[in-house]
């Protein structure tokens, strides 16, 4: 039967509008589940999706009303007091944690201090009530704040996740309240002296946490019947089994957690140049010393701040002793001036060829300004070497790639070649570093005699696996020696510093590119040998010191040690080596009359707590037995507890002894989101097993292939509001467009009926 072209335009348009109604209500069910939106509640929290694509409105993070939300809460606002006395500093971190709904929560922050910190107090501040913490071991310190949890009394615990990073569990925080949690430690100060620019004095305190590669597989994935430790982002690994304690929520929009700082600095000496290296300060000068302010009163926690000082006659104090007397013992901090050029001991400057070996970081995490940085170290870096030398360049992401099949001279057509290869060179991939260390240190670890082994390391320290690096150092380091350069506003300062110790050379950071020239200068200057060599020291009798050997010192860098005498014991400490083949020695009486300064005993604890885990780690290559471990535990578990002190085993707990929150009241639990560092990218470290790769030349240079799969970490994404607002249209015009064409059809068909 033929259709009249009336009716088969009526099908034809039938048939058009519920393919645009349908198009329509597809769209709205594409966008709408994107969002994860609901209206706000009146507290003013905006539930989410709760992934880290949508995490970024940043604050503490609570679980939704419906399975897979967050509400997106407020921040942590915190307030930084340190007293500088000449080389040692006492620094308070006051955190302040807003409540903003109408529930009680429990909030979960994951934050870095100074890696030299010695950590030994934690206040708990409640309206009107303050409690003060105890130092307990780890594991007490866990069932206790749980059982504080359960009976409703608002408490806070501070444990160690790495000598740079700390988590603060505050529970039971009231509806519309704020607690207040102060965290005091000791720090000390940096010394390095120049022949260019002089003694430098400085502190750096870091306030944003990169992300870390976590390499190996997710024990989620191996054990079915794992949970999570920790709250981060990462899954634990069987590389990294702590990596979701130490991969805190990161928030792209940057400017959360805000922070100041009020800084009394007493140099001991009338002080001439004095900065800040990446933030504008007010200073106002006292009688004896400087106060000191951020300009903005407030910063985002986005990037390390270093403050830096300088004698106004460019002389420097030869020697300092710290003292303190606690449980029965004297604590010392010696710190003591090598020789500096142009002294009448000084001989002639040894000038032997040098092999240098240059690790180069090009992985996600070195994205756009420390790439820039990295890129133009090593170009300051090839300047510095001279044709007798040899040179070779190893970059490296989730493989390594040397630059030429072995060492060439440093002649100006091979500096070109590594020049013209720097150039064409793009970060990208994981950051899987044992792969060109192993290279770097490969052979038999013997240095040809009359030459110098060197290898500088450049990168950020974006790791999470950083004992098995160290243990990998010290095992094939050899006569070598190992140079770290921090690049970016907010480097892993403790596998920098530690890798570095490890490796017997030095720790240069560069925060922004105007540093470059100088402080890579100032390391090439240390390279070109050895200022003190074979240190022994000799000390009174009881004495116990750390580090127990003392290192190599290089160009400006100064002897320092800490050590434990009996109470009252008066003697000498009697330094010996060689200066440039010549031998030097250096004596200093310590008695009575020595100067008290609180806090050093807590920094010989720490130097301590470090040492037992060195020895740790080389004990762990040929022993895995739990004993061993437990052993170590127990050593670094009685320091920390007769020291009152923060470590990988003990925890900090205050609580407060009123039960607060009602039984029946719920308790809602959430993360506090960081920044990411400034000038970084959302780059996102590969989270996969990182399998020897084989060497790969780069002719041309291209970012390689990342075999792995990659744990995306929180990036900007469309709004959630402006989603929500499209799909809420595209439904209703699909519904009317829908309903029309539905009701015209029926009409019609009640029309032809009749």
């Known amino acids: 039967m033929a259709h009249s072209p009336c009716r088969t335009n009526h099908h034809t348009n039938h048939r058009a509008g519920y393919r645009i109604g349908s198009l329509c209500l597809s769209l709205c069910l594409i966008v709408l589940p994107g969002t994860g939106y609901s209206q706000p509640a009146k507290t003013g929290l905006r539930e989410v999706q709760a992934t880290m694509e949508n995490m970024g409105e940043g604050g503490l993070f609570f679980p939704g009303s419906s399975p897979g939300t967050v509400l997106a809460g407020q921040q942590v606002a915190a307030t930084v007091d340190?007293?500088?006395?000449?080389?040692?500093?006492?620094?308070?971190?006051?955190?302040?944690?807003?409540?903003?709904?109408?529930?009680?929560?429990?909030?979960?922050?994951?934050?870095?201090?100074?890696?030299?910190?010695?950590?030994?107090?934690?206040?708990?501040?409640?309206?009107?009530?303050?409690?003060?913490?105890?130092?307990?071991?780890?594991?007490?310190?866990?069932?206790?704040?749980?059982?504080?949890?359960?009976?409703?009394?608002?408490?806070?615990?501070?444990?160690?996740?790495?000598?740079?990073?700390?988590?603060?569990?505050?529970?039971?925080?009231?509806?519309?309240?704020?607690?207040?949690?102060?965290?005091?430690?000791?720090?000390?100060?940096?010394?390095?002296?120049?022949?260019?620019?002089?003694?430098?004095?400085?502190?750096?305190?870091?306030?944003?946490?990169?992300?870390?590669?976590?390499?190996?597989?997710?024990?989620?994935?191996?054990?079915?019947?794992?949970?999570?430790?920790?709250?981060?982002?990462?899954?634990?690994?069987?590389?990294?089994?702590?990596?979701?304690?130490?991969?805190?929520?990161?928030?792209?929009?940057r400017g959360l957690n805000p922070i100041g700082f009020n800084i009394d600095l007493q140099a001991?000496?009338?002080?001439?140049?004095?900065?800040?290296?990446?933030?504008?300060?007010?200073?106002?000068?006292?009688?004896?010393?400087?106060?000191?302010?951020?300009?903005?009163?407030?910063?985002?926690?986005?990037?390390?701040?270093?403050?830096?000082?300088?004698?106004?006659?460019?002389?420097?104090?030869?020697?300092g002793i710290f003292s303190e007397t606690v449980d029965g013992h004297?604590?010392?901090?010696?710190?003591?001036?090598?020789?500096?050029?142009?002294?009448?001991?000084?001989?002639?400057?040894?000038?032997?060829?040098?092999?240098?070996?240059?690790?180069l970081d090009k992985s996600g995490s070195m994205s756009g300004t420390?790439?820039?940085?990295?890129?133009?170290?090593?170009?300051?870096?090839?300047?510095?070497?001279?044709?007798?030398?040899?040179?070779?360049?190893?970059?490296?992401?989730?493989?390594?790639?040397?630059?030429?099949?072995?060492?060439?001279?440093?002649?100006?057509?091979?500096?070109?070649?590594?020049?013209?290869?720097?150039?064409?060179?793009?970060?990208?991939?994981?950051?899987?570093?044992?792969?060109?260390?192993?290279?770097?240190?490969?052979?038999?670890?013997?240095?040809?005699?009359?030459?110098?082994?060197?290898?500088?390391?450049?990168?950020?320290?974006?790791?999470?696996?950083?004992?098995?690096?160290f243990r990998m150092i010290e095992s094939n380091l050899g006569d070598r020696r190992l140079f770290t350069v921090g690049i970016g506003s907010a480097p892993n300062g403790y596998f920098m510093r530690e890798a570095a110790t490890a490796g017997r050379g030095t720790y240069t950071f560069i925060g922004a590119l105007d540093q470059v020239g100088e402080r890579m200068a100032t390391l090439f200057r240390q390279l070109e040998s050895p200022e003190l060599t074979n240190l022994t020291a000799s000390l009174p009798a009881g004495a116990e010191m750390y580090p127990p050997l003392l290192p190599d010192l290089y160009q400006g860098e100064p002897v320092s040690f800490v050590l434990r005498l009996p109470e009252g014991t008066d003697g000498d400490i009697t330094l010996t080596g060689s200066h440039m083949q010549t031998p030097w020695t250096k004596s200093l009486h310590i008695g009575a009359d020595t100067a008290e300064r609180p806090g050093v005993a807590a920094l010989w604890a720490r130097r301590k707590i470090a040492e037992i885990e060195r020895v740790g780690r080389r004990q762990f290559r040929s022993s895995s037995n739990e004993s061993d471990i437990d052993s170590i535990a127990k050593s670094v578990t009685r320091v920390a507890l007769t020291y009152s002190l923060l470590s990988k085993y003990t925890s900090l707990l205050a609580v407060d002894d009123v039960a607060r929150r009602p039984q029946e009241a719920t308790l809602t639990s959430g993360s506090v989101a960081g920044n990411m560092p400034a000038g970084a990218t959302m780059a996102s470290p590969s989270m996969a097993s990182a399998a020897a790769q084989p060497i790969r030349a780069l002719t041309p240079l291209a970012a390689p292939h990342n075999p792995f799969s990659a744990q995306n970490l929180p990036r900007t994404a469309t709004p959630a509001d402006l989603l929500a607002m499209i799909g809420s249209i595209l439904m209703v015009l699909g519904l009317m467009i829908l309903w029309l064409k539905r009701r015209g059809e029926y009409l019609r068909e009640q029309g032809t009926g009749a």
Do not use: C
């Open 82 to 253: 340190i007293d500088i006395s000449g080389m040692v500093a006492r620094a308070t971190v006051t955190q302040h944690f807003a409540n903003p709904r109408d529930e009680w929560v429990e909030a979960l922050y994951v934050f870095p201090l100074p890696e030299t910190s010695a950590v030994d107090r934690l206040q708990l501040t409640v309206g009107e009530r303050v409690i003060k913490a105890e130092i307990a071991e780890r594991k007490q310190a866990e069932l206790k704040f749980e059982e504080a949890k359960a009976a409703g009394k608002t408490a806070s615990m501070l444990s160690q996740e790495r000598p740079n990073i700390f988590t603060n569990a505050v529970t039971n925080i009231g509806p519309h309240e704020t607690v207040s949690v102060q965290i005091g430690f000791e720090l000390p100060v940096d010394y390095h002296y120049d022949a260019e620019t002089g003694p430098r004095f400085s502190i750096r305190f870091p306030m944003a946490i990169m992300p870390r590669y976590m390499p190996g597989n997710p024990v989620a994935a191996l054990q079915a019947s794992y949970t999570d430790q920790g709250e981060g982002w990462s899954f634990d690994t069987d590389q990294v089994p702590d990596a979701s304690r130490i991969s805190p929520p990161v928030d792209p929009e």
């Open 268 to 319: 001991g000496f009338p002080v001439g140049d004095l900065k800040s290296s990446y933030h504008t300060i007010n200073t106002q000068a006292g009688e004896t010393g400087f106060d000191i302010t951020l300009a903005d009163g407030v910063v985002p926690a986005d990037r390390d701040f270093e403050l830096t000082w300088m004698p106004a006659n460019g002389i420097a104090p030869q020697a």
């Open 330 to 359: 004297d604590h010392h901090l010696v710190v003591i001036s090598p020789p500096v050029p142009g002294d009448d001991d000084a001989a002639t400057e040894i000038d032997m060829p040098r092999d240098v070996v240059f690790i």
């Open 370 to 469: 420390s790439m820039r940085q990295a890129k133009a170290a090593m170009e300051r870096a090839l300047q510095g070497l001279s044709p007798k030398d040899s040179f070779q360049i190893i970059a490296f992401d989730d493989s390594y790639y040397p630059l030429f099949h072995e060492a060439r001279p440093a002649i100006q057509a091979n500096i070109d070649d590594a020049l013209d290869w720097l150039g064409r060179m793009e970060a990208g991939g994981g950051t899987e570093m044992a792969g060109a260390l192993t290279h770097a240190l490969s052979g038999d670890g013997e240095v040809a005699s009359g030459r110098l082994g060197q290898v500088i390391f450049i990168t950020d320290g974006a790791v999470g696996n950083e004992d098995a690096l």
